[in-house]
């Protein structure tokens, strides 16, 4: 119902004859309409709200949901990565890929198709260990030069596919074609996989940290070696050019001459060489040079060799005995807190109190419970030792009975003799 203001017998009466406007003060029905409009707007912002909320709730239960299950798969995935039947599976892999690549010297495409197989294998190993061990990958060096092989035999494997699917125009075509022109030596980098084996055999990762080890032992003999190699190597430019210059004729040669006489290989024809052509004298420096270089310097540095083995396998040994010590106290602690205290006597009673609290726990059973568990077995106790009672007067009834008659017996024979 619509309200207006004045009166509607006037409505006629305007001027210029047109009909008044007709002021609305207020209408009951938008009224209603408005409260109406107003709870619908509140009960549609409750209803979004519990929407939201559900659909929070939702979320955060599949996002939960999504986590359980992105945890039991990391965890499967730990447990793969670290099964000792993983690392011998990629043994395997290694020393079959070794084997191709020894193969692929002949052309053929299944070669190709083994060594791409196998760089899948070696590339599925990283990401699962980087998704399970993350930075702390890259802190073992093996890892790291697993990776370094992987990468480089991934980009061997890639640089074909860009080379074959490239499109590219006029300069920038032969700049990116130099930089790949590059890495065509990448390819040599295969041959590195075999290194991957030392990763999993100990024995050689001890001979390979002892020989980076021994390399600043080392770093001084090899400093004296090649400088008496360098004074010789200008005494023998000098005195012996004309008379095998061949061998001595430039300094470059010589130093590679005398860098022969290391393995002691060809000296005899070399003295023959210079002694045919008038220079009998060189054997003095030969005999010399092979003195210092070979039984003195070459010789340290192999001791040097020997003797960091011999501390490495001594560290190794001492850390076994120390891990055994510490195993071993451990197991002598468990078993001293295994081994029964010295106890003070005790009645029964006190025993089965005792058996009964080590058998019936609060955990399992409340106060109550446990005191009516240990009356009833006290009843049986004791009805028990009733028993026990009875039995033991009754057998002595049965021998009191038992030698009663053989007494009658024995007086009613006697009686029969008189």
Same mark, same amino acid.
């Given at each position: 119902?619509?309200?207006?203001?004045?009166?509607? /017998?006037?409505?006629?009466?305007?001027?210029?004859?047109?009909?008044?406007?007709?002021?609305?003060?207020?209408?009951?029905?938008?009224?209603?309409?408005?409260?109406?409009?107003?709870?619908? &707007?509140?009960? *549609?912002? @409750?209803?979004?709200?519990?929407?939201?909320?559900?659909?929070?709730?939702?979320?955060?239960?599949?996002?939960?949901?999504?986590?359980?299950?992105?945890?039991?798969?990391?965890?499967?995935?730990?447990?793969?990565?670290?099964?000792?039947?993983? #690392?011998? +599976?990629?043994?395997?892999?290694?020393?079959?890929?070794?084997?191709?690549?020894?193969?692929?010297?002949?052309?053929?495409? !299944? $070669?190709?198709?083994?060594?791409?197989?196998?760089?899948?294998?070696?590339?599925?190993?990283?990401?699962?260990?980087?998704?399970?061990?993350?930075?702390?990958?890259?802190?073992?060096?093996?890892?790291?030069? *697993?990776? $370094?092989?992987?990468?480089?035999?991934?980009? #061997? $494997?890639?640089?074909?596919?860009?080379?074959?699917?490239?499109?590219?125009?006029?300069?920038?075509?032969?700049?990116?074609?130099?930089?790949?022109?590059?890495?065509?030596?990448?390819?040599?980098?295969?041959? +590195?996989?075999?290194?991957?084996?030392?990763?999993?055999?100990?024995?050689?990762?001890?001979?390979?940290?002892?020989?980076?080890?021994?390399?600043?032992?080392?770093?001084?003999?090899?400093?004296?070696?090649?400088? !008496?190699?360098?004074?010789?190597?200008?005494?023998?430019?000098?005195?012996?050019?004309?008379?095998?210059?061949?061998?001595?004729?430039?300094?470059?040669?010589?130093?590679?001459?005398?860098?022969?006489?290391?393995?002691?290989?060809?000296?005899? +024809?070399?003295?023959?060489?210079?002694?045919?052509?008038?220079?009998?004298?060189?054997? &003095?420096?030969?005999?010399?040079?092979?003195?210092?270089?070979?039984?003195?310097?070459?010789?340290?540095?192999?001791?040097?060799?020997?003797?960091?083995?011999?501390?490495?396998?001594?560290?190794?040994?001492? /850390?076994?005995? @120390?891990? $055994? @010590?510490?195993?071993?106290?451990?197991?002598? @602690?468990?078993?001293?807190?295994?081994?029964?205290?010295?106890?003070?006597?005790?009645?029964?009673?006190?025993?089965?109190?005792?058996?009964?609290?080590?058998?019936? /726990?609060?955990?399992?059973?409340?106060?109550?419970?446990?005191?009516?568990?240990?009356?009833?077995?006290?009843?049986?106790?004791?009805?028990?030792?009733?028993?026990?009672?009875?039995?033991?007067?009754?057998?002595?009834?049965?021998?009191?009975?038992?030698? +009663? !008659?053989?007494?009658?017996?024995?007086?009613?024979?006697?009686?029969?003799?008189?």
């Amino acid at each position: 119902m619509i309200y207006y203001a004045g009166s509607t /017998s006037h409505h006629k009466s305007s001027i210029g004859g047109k009909q008044p406007h007709k002021k609305r003060v207020f209408s009951t029905c938008e009224a209603l309409d408005g409260e109406m409009l107003k709870r619908l &707007i509140q009960k *549609d912002e @409750q209803r979004r709200i519990k929407e939201q909320r559900n659909s929070r709730k939702g979320w955060l239960r599949a996002w939960g949901a999504l986590q359980d299950w992105m945890h039991q798969l990391f965890r499967i995935i730990v447990a793969f990565t670290e099964d000792p039947m993983f #690392d011998k +599976f990629i043994l395997f892999v290694v020393v079959l890929n070794t084997g191709t690549l020894v193969a692929q010297t002949f052309e053929r495409w !299944f $070669f190709s198709a083994l060594d791409s197989a196998f760089l899948a294998i070696y590339l599925t190993e990283c990401v699962l260990k980087l998704l399970v061990w993350g930075r702390l990958y890259f802190k073992n060096p093996w890892n790291d030069l *697993d990776f $370094f092989i992987i990468t480089m035999s991934l980009i #061997d $494997f890639l640089l074909p596919l860009i080379e074959s699917a490239g499109n590219f125009s006029g300069g920038q075509a032969s700049t990116i074609f130099r930089i790949l022109k590059l890495f065509k030596g990448v390819r040599a980098i295969r041959a +590195f996989r075999v290194l991957r084996t030392i990763r999993f055999l100990q024995n050689l990762q001890s001979i390979v940290s002892t020989c980076l080890q021994s390399l600043q032992s080392m770093g001084a003999i090899i400093i004296l070696m090649f400088t !008496f190699l360098f004074m010789f190597a200008v005494i023998f430019r000098e005195m012996f050019n004309e008379s095998d210059p061949h061998r001595f004729g430039t300094m470059f040669r010589t130093i590679f001459t005398l860098f022969q006489l290391l393995t002691l290989d060809d000296w005899a +024809f070399i003295y023959s060489t210079s002694r045919d052509n008038g220079a009998p004298h060189i054997i &003095i420096f030969l005999v010399l040079y092979i003195v210092v270089e070979y039984f003195t310097f070459l010789n340290l540095f192999i001791a040097v060799l020997v003797d960091n083995f011999q501390m490495t396998i001594k560290r190794r040994m001492a /850390s076994k005995i @120390q891990k $055994f @010590q510490e195993v071993y106290e451990s197991e002598m @602690q468990s078993m001293k807190k295994l081994e029964p205290q010295p106890i003070e006597p005790q009645t029964d009673e006190e025993f089965y109190e005792e058996a009964l609290k080590l058998s019936y /726990s609060e955990n399992k059973y409340g106060k109550r419970e446990i005191e009516l568990i240990t009356s009833y077995l006290r009843l049986l106790a004791a009805i028990d030792q009733n028993q026990q009672t009875f039995r033991s007067q009754g057998c002595v009834l049965e021998r009191l009975i038992d030698a +009663f !008659f053989e007494a009658t017996q024995e007086d009613i024979q006697g009686n029969d003799h008189e």
